[in-house]
């Protein structure tokens, strides 16, 4: 069955380093999104991707992130400069339809330390 | 404000014991009721979706149902392997996307 993978699967930087997360969606899906969970808190929309470009984002997704399908099968999360208050686990998810179902990677836990 | 709010926090059952868990939502436009299924330190898992009042879906011991302002999940007979944290989100189109928001969960035990 398809799924979607994310690496790595933990990430532990220092506070203002880059990190990229990556994402590989199911192959013949057209929308794409990730989402953020504090540990404790509920699951957060960060940014949505279709067409090769956003398509809605939100207010945590400020100038310190990026997002990026470089080719036809990754999808990327850039932070330029980490904060502490970045520390959560990294959401991917796709879907065919944008009205269908999302489907979920297993996540990327970001340590900044 | 758009809202998604799912009671109880925390349920415990005993094995073979049914129930429901409930989740309400304000939400102007909404595009689909999503229910998932979330393991610890696992990213969530799909169950269902209702796009429109009185709509039903069924999987397993799992059944969904949807009002024009809540859903409840019902779970007959669970098992132990039925704990985990269940989570209802509600789409919203914004562009070309359908972003997702999510309740706080239900954090569901079933002791044998």
């Known amino acids: 069955e398809p799924e979607v993978t994310q690496t790595p699967s933990h990430q532990v930087t220092q506070m203002g380093q880059e990190v990229i997360l990556r994402c590989v969606p199911i192959s013949n899906h057209l929308y794409f999104y990730w989402y953020r969970q504090i540990l404790g808190q509920k699951v957060e929309f960060l940014v949505s991707?279709?067409?090769?470009?956003?398509?809605?984002k939100s207010e945590i997704f400020d100038d310190q992130f990026s997002v990026e399908r470089p080719d036809g099968s990754n999808f990327t999360l850039k932070i330029r400069s980490t904060k502490l208050e970045d520390s959560a686990m990294y959401f991917c998810?796709?879907?065919?339809?944008?009205?269908?179902?999302?489907?979920f990677g297993p996540g990327t836990r970001l340590t900044v330390t | 404000e758009d809202q998604v709010t799912q009671s109880p926090e925390a349920l415990r059952l005993q094995e073979g014991e049914s129930s429901s868990l409930n989740c309400s939502y304000t939400?102007?436009?909404?595009?689909?009721l999503f229910w998932y299924r979330q393991d610890p330190g696992k990213g969530p898992e799909f169950l269902f979706t209702l796009y429109s009042a009185g709509e039903e879906k069924e999987k397993e011991r799992l059944k969904a149902t949807l009002t024009k302002k809540e859903s409840f999940l019902h779970i007959t007979a669970p098992k132990p392997e039925d704990s985990a944290t269940y989570l209802c989100a509600v789409g919203q189109y914004g562009g070309a996307t359908n972003k997702l928001i999510f309740g706080t969960g239900t954090l569901l035990a079933v002791q044998p």
């Open positions: 991707f279709y067409n090769n470009e956003i398509s809605e």
């Open positions: 998810a796709s879907s065919f339809d944008r009205a269908y179902e999302q489907y």
């Open positions: 939400v102007s436009g909404l595009r689909g």
